[in-house]
């Protein structure tokens, strides 16, 4: 077994670990290419294949030590996103942005809620926080291809925006959900502090956030050589990540806030490039990690109630994202397709799963945190694939059929 030879090398072990796991994921990347998926679903898949439910060929002590990669990917690409939050853009569809995110958001948690209590009897408590949970949207994924395929458009920037915001939605509403379980389990009342903490950090975070991006312009500048631009901003986005881990909360909202002040500070895109650049590796870590971690029994355990979870998540999102786009007068292709790339569903969700689950029943926790760790890696495969999908539907990219680009094109101007 290969993951035991290296359990019993040590560091050397960890490194040929880390080694395989980047080798892993650019070779099955060669095999997906030719089948025109994603880059991403690529990563995923790997994870799988040399993962405890393959190959095994990646000790577990290894993939558990490697937690950390999952909030320094995310707080990367969360940076990354925050350029997309320049003030002139916001003046001109901010409203519309927040419409369609509290609309895509908020009915797939009220889709899921209901499915529960209506479909299967289960107690509103579960119901009501797998909901909320059922809310959020991972833009690992959807970002991820975006640039691989270069797309750019008001629907590209139409999708990063909600999907910056749709976190801090989902936590928002997962706040309010936890104070009404609690008072639904009297005999089992959990301090406020539980409660209201993770809002109290999240705002604490954001503030700081605020303070490092100022600081961020002020030590950046054209004297700077390249190498220490990047290197301070590396430094900074560590720091915002590691406090944020210190209370346990998610870094991305703080992230997002960090690249939003910054990038209205300063202007300088040429700092995101490097970044963008820098982040590769560390990304491709991230996905391989995310499908090793998948239990492909999992999802036969969690049963129905599992099944119906993802589908009505899926349908909620669409229709959310459909009368978001309605009601704030956004495009056809926005209307039509937007709800193509809100599909995957990570990070954010799997922490408000593990704290859901310290607040629910022991039998009703454990279903609510496998359900939400089992569906989350599978909408992370089909996700990539969807929002290339929406890309090329929208005509944000270019197809790989010349015929179909030509109508593609078509419709985009019409539209």
């Known amino acids: 077994m290969i993951a035991d030879f290296l359990k019993q090398q040590g560091n050397a072990g960890i490194i040929l670990s880390i080694a395989i796991i980047l080798l892993a994921g650019f070779l099955c990347t060669r095999v997906t290419k030719r089948l025109r998926f994603p880059n991403v679903s690529g990563y995923i898949i790997s994870g799988i294949l040399i993962g405890p439910c393959v190959l095994q060929m990646i000790p577990e002590e290894v993939v558990a030590g490697m937690d950390f990669m999952t909030d320094i990917a995310l707080a990367f690409i969360a940076f990354g996103v925050g350029k997309y939050f320049k003030r002139d853009i916001l003046k001109k569809q901010g409203s519309k942005i927040l419409t369609i995110t509290i609309f895509e958001a908020l009915t797939a948690g009220a889709c899921i809620t209901i499915a529960m209590v209506t479909l299967f009897r289960l107690p509103w408590s579960f119901s009501l926080l797998l909901g909320a949970i059922g809310c959020a949207t991972a833009p690992a994924s959807t970002i991820m291809t975006i640039r691989q395929y270069h797309a750019k458009g008001n629907f590209v920037d139409t999708i990063l925006q909600v999907t910056a915001l749709d976190d801090a939605v989902a936590l928002i509403a997962f706040s309010i959900c936890t104070a009404l379980v609690e008072f639904m389990h009297a ?32 030590i950046i500048s054209e004297k700077r050589s390249s190498d220490h631009r990047l290197v301070l901003v590396i430094a900074v986005i560590l720091t915002l990540t590691g406090l944020c881990s210190c209370f346990d909360i998610s870094p991305l909202l703080s992230c997002m806030v960090l690249g939003a002040v910054y990038i209205n500070l300063s202007g300088n895109k040429d700092l995101f490039r490097q970044v963008n650049s820098f982040t590769p590796p560390i990304t491709l870590l991230f996905f391989v990690l995310s499908g090793m971690r998948l239990n492909l029994y999992a999802p036969i355990s969690c049963g129905l109630i599992g099944v119906v979870y993802f589908f009505v998540r899926i349908i909620g999102k669409a229709c959310g994202a459909w009368a978001g786009a309605w009601l704030s007068h956004a495009s056809t292709s926005v209307r039509h397709y937007l709800g193509l790339a809100l599909i995957p569903q990570a990070g954010v969700s799997i922490g408000l799963a593990i704290l859901g689950q310290r607040l629910l029943p022991t039998a009703e926790g454990t279903m609510l945190s496998l359900i939400i760790l089992s569906s989350a890696v599978l909408y992370e495969m089909i996700g990539p694939a969807c929002a290339k999908l929406s890309l090329k539907l929208s005509g944000s990219i270019e197809s790989d059929d010349p015929s179909v680009n030509a109508k593609l094109v078509d419709r985009a101007k019409t539209i």
């Open 187 to 218: 005999d089992q009342a959990l301090q406020w502090s539980l409660i209201l903490l993770p809002v109290v950090w999240n705002l604490l975070a954001v503030i700081l956030a605020v303070v490092l991006a100022w600081i961020l312009h002020r």
